[in-house]
């Protein structure tokens, strides 16, 4: 059964630029959240998604935005990119409603560094 | 605002040196808070649910507690293998289930043999 995947798995992007983050949930999971993990850091929730609506947004700016498609996958873009947003951007899928049992699924991470 | 704040930063320990990491919270209500554990360059991996204050779970060397201010993870007779970085994380009680967790910095774990 496979669990969350991400592509890509390595990113460099030069200040500006845009980029756009994919991921598939685990099979059974109907909700994608997206979290931002500096080094060093613990991970920082960016955004939820579930029935292809942003349910809830963390403390982002506008520049974060996403997308959950009806097969429940979902994007990331970041837009005007800055070296801060270098990271570890994680993925984390759950079935609603069962997060307290099994928690939530987390995939690899996309590493994107800013040049 | 809530917040997750964990102790130490770094621990290290001797191979069968039994030790605990911690975990403070405040929070408008505690759904539930987790344990992950992250080997570098990975994604965190479910460890525990605890639900309530008093409520303990095992899971081989790992045994986690909960009371209402704060969590301890205590790790018994630790292995090489256990060396990871350790994260707490809480969910409020707002809202529906499955909302954003909030996590700490962690605690990152050597064990040498």
């Known amino acids: 059964d496979a669990g969350v995947t991400q592509s890509p798995t390595h990113l460099i992007k030069t200040r500006g630029q845009q980029v756009t983050l994919r991921c598939s949930p685990k099979?059974?999971?109907?909700?994608v959240s997206w979290y931002q993990q500096a080094l060093g850091q613990g991970p920082q929730f960016i955004f939820q998604?579930?029935?292809?609506?942003?349910?809830q947004r963390g403390n982002f700016p506008d520049r974060f935005s996403g997308h959950q498609f009806p097969n429940y996958s979902s994007e990331l873009n970041v837009n005007a990119l800055l070296l801060g947003d270098s990271a570890l951007y994680l993925c984390?899928?759950?079935?609603?409603?069962?997060?307290?049992?099994?928690?939530?699924?987390f995939g690899s991470g996309t590493r994107l560094t800013v040049v | 605002e809530d917040q997750v704040t964990q102790s130490p930063e770094a621990l290290r320990l001797q191979e069968g040196e039994s030790s605990s990491l911690n975990c403070s919270y405040t929070?408008?209500?505690?759904?539930?808070l987790f344990w992950y554990r992250q080997d570098p360059g990975k994604g965190p991996e479910f460890l525990f649910t605890?639900?309530?204050a008093g409520e303990e779970k095992e899971k081989e060397r790992l045994k986690a507690t909960l009371t209402k201010k704060e969590s301890f993870l205590h790790i018994t007779a630790p292995k090489p293998e256990d060396s990871a970085t350790y994260l707490c994380?809480?969910?409020?009680?707002?809202?529906?289930?499955?909302?954003?967790?909030?996590f700490g910095k962690g605690t990152t774990l050597s064990v040498s043999s």
């Open positions: 605890l639900y309530s």
């Open positions: 929070v408008s209500g505690l759904r539930g």
């Open positions: 984390a899928s759950n079935y609603r409603g069962y997060t307290l049992n099994y928690g939530y699924t």
């Open positions: 099979s059974g999971h109907d909700t």
């Open positions: 998604y579930y029935e292809e609506e942003e349910r």
């Open positions: 994380a809480v969910q409020p009680n707002f809202g529906q289930a499955g909302t954003a967790l909030i």
